[in-house]
Every structure is written in C-alpha cells, then in structure tokens.
C-alpha cells in the first residue's frame, strides 16, 4: 500500500448504503418520472412556483431513457429549462448508484445544500448523499500544526486568519473551508492549512484517523447519490488518487452538468505540468522537515539552496517577458529562449531534484514527512527529465510566465481519453456498457449536433437533445449592436465601451454587467467608468466593482445587493469566469454590456495547435474551431441577462463586426431570438422602459 492508498474499510463502506431504493424495471422509470413532472405531481411540492414545461419533462423521460438502457446522452438545455430537476428526478427515482459532477463548487454545494434534499424528501426516498471535494477544499490538521509553527507566516493578518481557522477548527464536522465566513479564496494562508497529492502523508499521517479527506471520501463511498466535480473526477483519472477509481465501479448513473466545460478541465490534468514554484515549495518543505526531525544528519541547507538556486535559474532563462504571456515551445526550448541555456537550467534542476532524493532516502525512516518528499523529488527529477526530451506526438507545449515559471505539455482534447479510460468503448465490459452518462449545459454548440462539445470530447456516437429555453425572449429582452463605433483594435474602443456602459447604468441606477475579453480591457473600462461618474453627486453615482480588487463572492453578494441602504446601484465590470456561472436574477441586472467577440487568442499555443490540426486534415479552423468557441462563449455571456421568466434587460455587443461581417449572422443565431434596437434612440428609450 503506498501511502496515499485508501484504508481496507472503505470499501466495506460502499456495501452498507442497502437502503437503496430497489432498480426500476425497464419502460417503469419514464410513467414515473412523468407523473413527477405532471402539473400536480409532487414537484409542484417541492419547488417554489412550479409549472409543468414541456422542454423540462422532455429532458427528464431522455434521461430515463438512457438509465433504462444505458449509453450516452448529451443534453443542450436552454436556460429556463429546470435541467437540474430534469436529471435529478429520474436519477432519485431509478434505484440506481449515482454520481453528479459538475464544473464549480458553487453548484456543487448548491446541489448537495439545496436541489438534493428538497427533492429527497418530496419524492419520498430513503437516499443518503455526499459530498465530496479535491483536497484543497479541506482543512489538513496536520498542515495547520505545522502552520502554528511557521515563522515564516506573511503578515499579521495571516496571524489573524490562522487563529479564525483554529478556532473554527474546533467545531467543523466536514473540515470543508467554504464553511468558514469572511475566508478569502485568495488568501496566502490557504495551501499552508490545505494539502496536496504530493504533500499528504497518507496512513503514516499523525492526524489520519480524523482527517477531513478520509472522512468525506468514506461518506462517498456509504451514500447512494454522490456529488463531485470535474477537476477531481480528471484529476483521478489522471493519478487515481481521489478515491474514483474505487467509487465509479460500483456507480451506474453518471451526470455531468456544466458539460461545456468538461474538454478545458480534463486537458488541464491529462497533461504534464512542472513549475518553478513546485521546486520551491518542495525546498521549504524539505528544509522544515529537515530542520525538525533531522537536524544535523544532512546538509538540508546545502539541498535547499540547490534546488532553489536551480529553480530561480529555470525562471531566469526565459528572460523578461509579459506577466501572463504563454510562450511556444516547438523545438527544444520556448520560442526566444536559447536552447543551450534552456537545456542547462533542466539539467540543473533535475541533478538538484536527484540530490535531494538521495539526501532524504538517508533519513527516510525517521518520518513519513521524509518518504513523501522523497517521493516528490524524485517526481521533480523525472519531470524535468521528460521535459527536456521532445514533446509526445498529439500534444502541445508551451511556458506559462509569471512570476513564476509554469512548463505544460498537453493533449489537444480529452476524446481519446473518454473513450477509452471514461466509456471504456471497445473493452468488452458488460457492466461499462449498461452504464448511463449524461452530458448536460445550457450551451454546448451552435449546431444541430452539438459537434463543438461531441467532438473533442469523444462523444460523436451519443443521443443528442436540443430543448429549447421556455422564456419570451422577444418579450424580455432587446439587442443593441452599436454602428457606429470603434473598430475592436482600435485603441478608443474600450474609452467608447466604457461610456456606453456608464451612460446605461446612469438610466438605470447602476444594474450593469461589462464583460470583457481582455485584463488590460478590464482595467481601462473600469477606470474610465469611475471618472465618467465622479462629477456625479454621491447619492446618484453608481458603485463601480471591477474584478480583482475584491473577492469573486463578494462582488457577486454586493452586485445583488444592488440599490439601497442610501446608494446607488452597481456597475461590475469582468471577464473570464463571470461570463458564465453569474446568476443576478430579477431587477438587479437589466444591462449586459460585451466589449468585444470572444474569439481563442489566436497566439495561444493551444489553440494554435487545434487549429493547425484541422488545417491538416483539410477543414477550416476558423469556421470549425474559432467561430463555435466564439458562439458557444457569446451565448455563454448573454445568458447572464435574463434568468427567469419575469426578468427584461438590454444587451449591447459592442463589436461591430457582428454587423458587418458574414459570419456575424451565425453568431447572430447563436443568441436568444431577442428584438434588435437599431440605434442610440432605440438603445435609450429601451433602457428609460426598463425603469418604469
């Protein structure tokens, strides 16, 4: 057993979840779940406001379709849909072992704290569930006596935090950080109290018998419906190290909800990663391990600083760069890096990484600290020697700089590896072929079938489903595409985004979401709409939130707080993750501003090689690759707008080329069949409407 294995008795644990509801025959599961969804069903129990939707009802007799017969399904569910009810309902009802993942641990506590109780307890059901998170979301007991310890801790306020944490220690059951209040998701402290697949300790652990991980995967493995996410349902697939490798056989019904974002999250862990920061993570653990149990049987600093010096040199090899640039790597070295040097500085750190091993393989019985760190350096080793040997054939690589240093080398898609590690097609296995998986999102392409997410994710062969999104978006909602107005390269177009968003919220009273494709967008819109609204009295000017300066959390819970309390309303300018997952539903956002198409950066390695793929094989990386992603991340932003059926609001794309160009008229398509405002007068007197 290697010291991250699970204990014997967890699998003794699976057997006891006997209160199972008994499996439904075959053609029984659909008469159910349609009486469930009957306008008079006991949904109309369990939920607020329920009302039979046909879209809703169709959704969940597929799902009871595919865990009759099993296979695969792959669900495009508009927003309005009640997709969740739509797959929970046959899910609870069929008897079976089900596992939930989902893309963000929002909607994953959102489902174990919210849909799946309400719903358990309407339908009757004798269900146990779970949670259950990557180790970075548990408290480590046994990190946080080391952190009592560290005289290295940042800042007083660290101090502070690290006292709420230990106090707050004392009485969690779950161990699970999002518990604890006013606990930034950016805070240094949180690795300090967190542990990783290479630190833990595994059952040499002082702090094993209580630990939060242990507990949570026990509880998976005791319940009849478990709730995970993506990143730990690849990250097992990647190293089994989470507990699935136990936990999937024994599942027979499988969703993922969130879908869209099953092919970036499952590239990220199928690959191979080695940073500068790891190297020096691993030294200072080295050296407090070191220090504390062997003090004097090893030249600890002497290691140390090997692996330091080696580390700080990989990062000095690149040179000055752009923070955030991602630099190609084609040949033996990132482009602009000399090969020589580059070659050198992996060399360096593997020797120091091999050092190390050996140093601590001197003293490995004295601690399992030392085992562990053994075992991380030679990873190290090994890591700095792959990447010093030619990148594996379709697979990408590139440098991510920063601060730090990050090297990535990985696949292009996750279809080979669904098809064969998922789905296990072609295998022969009886039980793998009666299995039901579920693919579901509101967005999942722009075409009929959904080839923008089939595709890449191995799942050409599934059944697919487009159920339409229930609300009147001719009604509720009006597009504004600006004609006059800055070309997207020019250098004027974020000041003119910036005062088209402002003079919106200042109709509004603030109820304003900028997106942008762009960090440096981002911090131009925002500082120009706070100097638009500085003439302004106090008591009239909008709140300005720009992504960054506070916390995702509380920037959403302030942006729907909204008006009150003597101010006025917010403006919160973003990007990247609040294009999706953003939920301000009712009066609290009626303006959703776009300051450009969401095109891939065409300068990404990544994307470079997908669409160098597609040029090989004779298809157009634009219309094929570049415009779908464009279309499935407009539709992404735009549904930001309208979340219920008594919601109105204004979108404005500011990108003329959708007006322009030919392709605008398909991503035109993509959008909800909103009314069109075909100048500043309409744009106006819509939004004045608004506030009536």
Same mark, same amino acid.
């Given at each position: 057993? $290697?010291?991250?294995?699970?204990?014997?008795?967890?699998?003794?644990? &699976?057997?006891s979840?006997?209160?199972?509801?008994?499996?439904?025959?075959?053609g029984h599961?659909?008469?159910?779940?349609?009486?469930?969804?009957?306008?008079?069903?006991?949904?109309?129990?369990?939920?607020?406001?329920?009302?039979?939707?046909?879209?809703?009802t169709?959704?969940?007799?597929?799902?009871?379709?595919?865990?009759?017969?099993?296979?695969?399904?792959?669900?495009?569910?508009?927003?309005?849909?009640? @997709?969740?009810?739509?797959?929970?309902?046959?899910?609870?009802? $069929?008897?079976? =072992?089900?596992?939930?993942s989902t893309?963000?641990?929002?909607l994953?506590?959102?489902?174990?704290?919210?849909?799946?109780?309400?719903?358990?307890?309407a339908?009757?059901?004798?269900?146990? #569930?779970?949670?259950?998170?990557?180790?970075?979301?548990?408290?480590c007991?046994?990190?946080?006596?080391?952190?009592?310890?560290?005289?290295?801790?940042?800042?007083?306020? $660290?101090?502070?935090?690290?006292?709420?944490?230990e106090?707050?220690?004392?009485?969690?059951?779950?161990?699970?950080? &999002?518990?604890?209040?006013?606990?930034d998701?950016?805070?240094?402290?949180?690795?300090?109290?967190?542990?990783?697949r290479?630190?833990?300790?595994?059952?040499?652990?002082?702090?094993?018998?209580?630990?939060?991980?242990?507990?949570?995967?026990?509880?998976?493995?005791?319940?009849?419906?478990?709730?995970?996410?993506?990143?730990?349902?690849?990250?097992?697939?990647?190293?089994?190290?989470?507990?699935?490798?136990?936990?999937?056989?024994?599942?027979r019904?499988v969703?993922?909800?969130? %879908?869209?974002?099953?092919?970036?999250t499952?590239?990220?862990?199928?690959?191979?990663?080695?940073?500068?920061?790891?190297?020096?993570?691993?030294?200072?653990?080295?050296?407090?391990?070191? +220090?504390?149990?062997?003090?004097?049987?090893?030249?600890?600093?002497?290691?140390?600083?090997?692996?330091?010096? *080696?580390a =700080?040199?990989?990062?000095?090899?690149?040179?000055?760069?752009?923070?955030?640039?991602?630099?190609?790597?084609?040949?033996?070295?990132?482009?602009?890096?000399?090969?020589?040097?580059?070659?050198?500085?992996?060399?360096?750190?593997?020797?120091?990484? &091999?050092?190390?091993?050996?140093?601590?393989?001197?003293?490995?019985?004295?601690?399992?600290?030392?085992?562990?760190?053994?075992?991380?350096?030679?990873?190290?080793?090994?890591?700095?020697?792959?990447?010093?040997?030619?990148?594996?054939?379709?697979?990408?690589?590139?440098?991510?700089?920063?601060?730090?240093?990050?090297?990535?080398?990985?696949?292009?898609?996750?279809?080979?590896?669904?098809?064969?590690?998922?789905?296990?097609?072609?295998?022969?296995?009886?039980?793998?072929q009666?299995?039901?998986?579920?693919?579901?999102?509101?967005?999942?392409?722009?075409?009929? @079938?959904?080839?923008?997410?089939?595709?890449?994710?191995?799942?050409?062969?599934?059944?697919?489903?487009r159920?339409?999104?229930?609300?009147?978006?001719?009604r509720?909602?009006? +597009?504004?595409?600006?004609?006059?107005?800055?070309?997207?390269?020019?250098?004027?177009?974020?000041?003119?985004?910036?005062?088209?968003?402002?003079?919106?919220?200042?109709?509004?009273?603030?109820?304003?979401l900028? +997106?942008?494709? #762009?960090?440096?967008?981002?911090?131009?819109?925002?500082?120009?709409?706070?100097?638009?609204?500085?003439?302004?009295?106090?008591?009239?000017?909008?709140?300005?939130?720009?992504?960054?300066?506070?916390p995702?959390?509380?920037l959403?819970? =302030?942006?729907?707080?909204?008006?009150g309390?003597?101010?006025?309303?917010?403006?919160?300018?973003?990007? *990247?993750?609040?294009?999706?997952?953003?939920?301000?539903?009712?009066?609290?956002?009626?303006?959703?501003?776009?300051?450009?198409?969401?095109?891939?950066?065409?300068?990404?390695?990544?994307?470079e090689?997908?669409?160098q793929?597609?040029?090989?094989?004779?298809?157009?990386?634009?219309?094929?690759?570049?415009?779908?992603?464009?279309?499935?991340?407009?539709?992404?932003?735009?549904?930001?707008?309208?979340?219920?059926?008594?919601?109105r609001?204004?979108?404005?794309?500011?990108?003329?080329?959708?007006?322009?160009?030919?392709?605008g =008229?398909?991503?035109?398509? %993509?959008?909800?069949?909103?009314r069109?405002l075909?100048?500043?007068?309409?744009?106006?007197?819509?939004?004045?409407?608004?506030?009536?």
């Open positions: 057993m $290697s010291i991250v294995d699970w204990p014997e008795d967890f699998e003794a644990d &699976a057997a979840a006997e209160s199972r509801p008994a499996r439904r025959e075959a599961l659909g008469a159910e779940v349609g009486a469930a969804f009957a306008q008079d069903g006991v949904l109309s129990q369990a939920a607020e406001q329920f009302r039979e939707r046909e879209g809703q169709q959704m969940a007799l597929a799902v009871a379709r595919a865990i009759d017969h099993g296979g695969v399904l792959v669900v495009e569910a508009g927003t309005g849909v009640g @997709k969740t009810f739509s797959y929970l309902v046959p899910a609870l009802l $069929s008897g079976e =072992r089900v596992l939930l893309a963000t641990k929002a994953q506590d959102q489902l174990f704290g919210r849909d799946l109780p309400r719903l358990v307890e339908l009757g059901l004798p269900l146990r #569930t779970a949670l259950l998170k990557g180790r970075a979301s548990y408290l007991l046994h990190r946080l006596d080391q952190a009592r310890h560290d005289a290295s801790l940042p800042e007083r306020s $660290s101090l502070r935090t690290l006292a709420k944490i106090q707050w220690s004392k009485a969690t059951r779950t161990g699970d950080l &999002a518990e604890l209040p006013g606990l998701e950016r805070s240094p402290l949180i690795p300090l109290v967190t542990s990783t290479e630190n833990c300790l595994g059952v040499q652990c002082p702090q094993f018998k209580p630990c939060h991980v242990n507990q949570a995967r026990r509880e998976a493995m005791a319940a009849d419906i478990v709730v995970i996410n993506h990143h730990l349902f690849f990250a097992d697939l990647a190293v089994r190290e989470s507990g699935m490798a136990e936990l999937l056989p024994s599942v019904v969703v993922f909800d969130e %879908a869209h974002q099953l092919n970036e499952g590239v990220q862990f199928l690959g191979v990663q080695l940073g500068s920061g790891q190297a020096l993570d691993f030294a200072r653990d080295m050296l407090a391990a070191g +220090l504390q149990h062997a003090r004097g049987l090893v030249d600890w600093q002497q290691l140390v600083a090997a692996t330091e010096r *080696a =700080r040199e990989l990062r000095l090899a690149v040179g000055k760069q752009w923070p955030g640039a991602k630099l190609r790597w084609a040949g033996p070295a990132p482009e602009g890096v000399p090969a020589d040097a580059w070659q050198e500085a992996l060399d360096a750190l593997k020797h120091a990484c &091999a050092e190390a091993a050996s140093g601590l393989d001197t003293v490995s019985e004295l601690s399992p600290d030392f085992v562990r760190l053994h075992e991380r350096a030679e990873q190290l080793a090994e890591r700095a020697a792959r990447f010093a040997r030619p990148c594996a054939p379709e697979s990408v690589r590139w440098v991510d700089v920063g601060t730090q240093l990050r090297l990535v080398e990985s696949p292009l898609d996750i279809a080979e590896a669904v098809r064969t590690r998922v789905l296990k097609r072609g295998q022969g296995d009886a039980q793998e009666g299995r039901a998986w579920v693919f579901t999102s509101a967005t999942l392409g722009d075409d009929p @079938k959904l080839r923008w997410f089939t595709e890449p994710c191995g799942l050409e062969d599934a059944e697919v489903l159920v339409n999104s229930p609300f009147d978006y001719a509720q909602a009006a +597009l504004y595409v600006p004609r006059d107005f800055p070309k997207p390269n020019d250098p004027a177009h974020s000041v003119r985004v910036a005062r088209l968003a402002a003079q919106g919220a200042a109709i509004l009273g603030g109820r304003t900028v +997106l942008t494709t #762009t960090l440096r967008a981002l911090r131009t819109i925002g500082d120009a709409i706070r100097q638009h609204f500085e003439p302004m009295e106090a008591a009239r000017r909008s709140e300005v939130l720009v992504q960054g300066e506070l995702k959390r509380v959403m819970e =302030r942006f729907r707080e909204g008006a309390h003597g101010r006025a309303g917010c403006v919160l300018v973003a990007s *990247a993750s609040f294009w999706e997952g953003f939920d301000a539903p009712g009066d609290a956002l009626q303006l959703v501003v776009i300051d450009k198409l969401p095109f891939p950066p065409p300068n990404d390695p990544l994307v090689a997908r669409s793929r597609l040029e090989s094989q004779g298809r157009s990386a634009f219309g094929e690759y570049s415009l779908p992603e464009a279309a499935v991340a407009l539709k992404q932003g735009a549904g930001r707008l309208i979340r219920r059926e008594t919601d609001g204004v979108l404005a794309i500011c990108d003329t080329r959708l007006a322009t160009m030919g392709y =008229r398909r991503l035109l398509a %993509a959008l909800p069949p909103m069109r075909e100048d500043e007068g309409a744009f106006e007197a819509a939004l004045i409407e608004l506030t009536r």
